[in-house]
């Protein structure tokens, strides 16, 4: 494969991801922000795309982390929790784990890319592993769009080519 | 493994949920809705007509909305497909992926593809791009049936 391609088309789609998901938070509507309808609320939605984002793109499942700022087990859309973080806190996560994606990309070797997958349930290698990870991502992002929608009459455009 | 098979692989999972969801839905919430956008048949229309559309020799000519007669977003409901023109349409589409996805070596992949995206786009590009649009209506549809109470479509 050739490398610099395929992760050039990486940090295009994952750009266009984290562009998305970061417009969708910034169109939450405060009161939608906590809010448990017939859906986990928003931020733990917003939370768990950008915790699996981070998760995914971490050496092994074991050395992957979670948020300081939430409950732990606030990752599991079927928690609810005690304690709600603020927008701004999302939205620095966001930025973090952007930030963490552009260090991992551009730290790829040529050879890894068809190496062993220490996230085995996502594909035999690690090209297969970035992949998963922006299917996930983007699932989530349109599940995000469409509370927007329903609930705030505005979602996030669709974003072919991040700024 | 090549980038088709693996790709198509991917693919394969994401029209599986399609299939799923058109199946699971109940008639009377198929071609309705409060919110137009979200009618399940109409965001189903649109994933697979971009399909086909991503999936051609060239952009140019591709008649939108030639299937039923309206583009996705102006159909009525009544215009909209039936759930059985659905899942007819998505099998074309779902075989003519596959076919054009397993078909390129993956040199094919990795050459320009100037056409569909953006100028200096490659077949990869597209088919990650097309796989990603799929991902974001699935999800859409996926809280739209959450939030009518109806069976969701299993992660795959």
Known sequence: MKESLFLDICRNDYGAVFQMTRRAIELCPEKLWDQRMDEPPFWQQAYHTLWAIDFYLSDSPESSRKASFVEGEATNLKHVSATTPSRQQIQDYLEEVSQKCDAVLGKLASTQLDGQNTFPWTGPTLAHRLIYNIRHAQHHVGRLNSILSRKAGQAAEWVITPK | ?156
């Open chain 2, 1 to 156: 493994m090549t980038i088709g098979e693996a790709v198509a692989g991917a693919f394969a999972r994401t029209w599986e949920m399609y299939r799923s969801a058109i199946n699971d839905i109940p008639e009377e919430d198929w071609r309705t809705g409060d919110i137009d956008y979200l009618i399940p048949a109409r965001l189903v229309y649109h994933v697979v007509e971009a399909a086909e559309f991503l999936s051609g020799a060239t952009p140019e000519g591709f008649a939108w909305g030639h299937r039923f007669g309206a583009d996705w977003e102006g159909a009525t409901p009544e215009q909209l497909p039936t759930r059985e023109q659905a899942l007819t349409y998505l099998d074309e589409v779902q075989a003519r992926v596959d076919t054009w996805l397993r078909g390129m070596k993956d040199s094919h992949f990795l050459s320009p593809d100037p056409e569909y995206l953006w100028k200096d786009s490659s077949f990869l590009d597209r088919a990650l791009y097309l796989l990603q649009h799929n991902r974001q209506h699935v999800g859409e549809l996926n809280a739209e049936l959450r939030h009518r109470g109806l069976p969701r479509t299993k992660w795959r």
